[in-house]
């Protein structure tokens, strides 16, 4: 396989534009579901939580890392049948071991833009969504002071369902997977920035007490699977992140 220098400008617009392509599709959609929207219908729920994970590194490349990761989940129902969300995870690195082992500091981060289309009963809620998604992330090694970064961008489909259990519990399943993603390798000043293919899905399970009228408190348990392929510079690799949640949601008009 011929080595590669970098992207060209040429390639990097066409990356820039894809992106930007995405959200804006998201964007529309969102602005033509709020221009229907019945202001009494709305109601906001905001939702913090810690996600303590370990990742696991399989394909080409053994190893992986420790993170503590915080987030955020913004979802506001539009109508009784349309909501918007945005979701984001951001975290540092720690205890690599493997082909990782040798890293000093890292980060991950994650953040999707979804649109749902739910349907709902006295005692469940249901909703198909399909959004905008990107996850990144990287390790600084002793080879340079940035950091090596894998990236994946793309759209992102996906269902979501939640039981009321009692008046004071409830359920919440989630799942969602990426569709077309673009990919990313890049090491700046130590190897060229090189596209490659991307997968992602992601799981989560919790449970849910509420403690007063308008807030609950949060367990849960979370996976999320990302995949590279190879690229002239950089081999293929799978990473699963797996860990428990704790979090704090406030439901507010």
Same mark, same amino acid.
């Given at each position: 396989?011929?080595? #590669?220098?970098? +992207?060209?400008?040429?390639?990097?617009?066409?990356?820039?534009?894809?992106?930007?392509?995405?959200?804006?599709?998201?964007?529309?959609?969102?602005?033509?579901?709020?221009?229907?929207?019945?202001?009494?219908?709305?109601?906001?729920?905001?939702?913090? /939580?810690?996600?303590?994970?370990?990742?696991?590194?399989?394909?080409?490349?053994?190893?992986?890392?420790?993170?503590?990761?915080?987030?955020?989940?913004?979802?506001? &129902?539009?109508?009784?049948?349309?909501?918007?969300?945005?979701?984001?995870?951001?975290?540092?690195? &720690?205890?690599?071991?493997?082909? +990782?082992?040798?890293?000093?500091?890292? &980060?991950?981060?994650?953040?999707?833009?979804?649109?749902?289309?739910?349907?709902?009963?006295?005692?469940?809620?249901?909703?198909?969504?399909?959004?905008?998604?990107?996850? #990144?992330?990287?390790?600084?090694?002793?080879?340079?002071?940035?950091?090596?970064?894998? /990236?994946?961008?793309?759209?992102?489909?996906?269902?979501?369902?939640?039981?009321?259990?009692?008046?004071?519990?409830?359920?919440?399943?989630?799942?969602?997977?990426?569709?077309?993603?673009?990919?990313?390798?890049?090491?700046?000043?130590?190897?060229?920035?090189?596209?490659?293919?991307?997968?992602?899905?992601?799981?989560?399970?919790?449970?849910?007490?509420?403690?007063?009228?308008? +807030?609950?408190?949060?367990?849960?348990?979370?996976?999320?699977?990302?995949?590279?392929?190879?690229?002239?510079?950089?081999?293929?690799?799978?990473?699963?992140?797996?860990?428990?949640?704790?979090?704090?949601?406030?439901?507010?008009?």
């Amino acid at each position: 396989m011929q080595t #590669r220098t970098g +992207w060209t400008p040429q390639e990097h617009t066409q990356s820039r534009r894809a992106r930007h392509r995405g959200v804006i599709v998201v964007a529309i959609l969102a602005t033509a579901v709020l221009v229907t929207a019945s202001p009494a219908a709305a109601e906001t729920m905001i939702q913090l /939580r810690y996600w303590p994970n370990t990742t696991t590194i399989g394909g080409d490349m053994t190893g992986g890392w420790q993170t503590a990761a915080v987030g955020v989940t913004l979802r506001r &129902s539009l109508t009784p049948d349309w909501a918007l969300s945005f979701e984001g995870d951001w975290g540092s690195q &720690s205890n690599w071991s493997g082909n +990782w082992l040798g890293g000093t500091s890292g &980060s991950d981060a994650y953040w999707s833009l979804n649109l749902h289309r739910t349907w709902g009963t006295h005692s469940s809620t249901f909703s198909l969504f399909a959004g905008y998604m990107q996850m #990144r992330s990287g390790t600084v090694f002793p080879a340079s002071p940035l950091q090596q970064t894998f /990236r994946a961008t793309g759209f992102r489909l996906g269902a979501d369902y939640q039981w009321r259990l009692s008046h004071n519990w409830s359920l919440m399943l989630m799942g969602a997977v990426g569709v077309g993603l673009n990919g990313e390798n890049s090491w700046p000043g130590v190897l060229p920035t090189e596209t490659t293919s991307a997968q992602y899905y992601e799981y989560s399970v919790s449970v849910s007490y509420a403690f007063a009228a308008d +807030w609950s408190l949060d367990l849960g348990y979370r996976g999320m699977y990302s995949a590279g392929g190879a690229s002239p510079n950089y081999m293929s690799f799978t990473a699963t992140s797996t860990g428990f949640v704790f979090g704090v949601t406030r439901m507010m008009p």
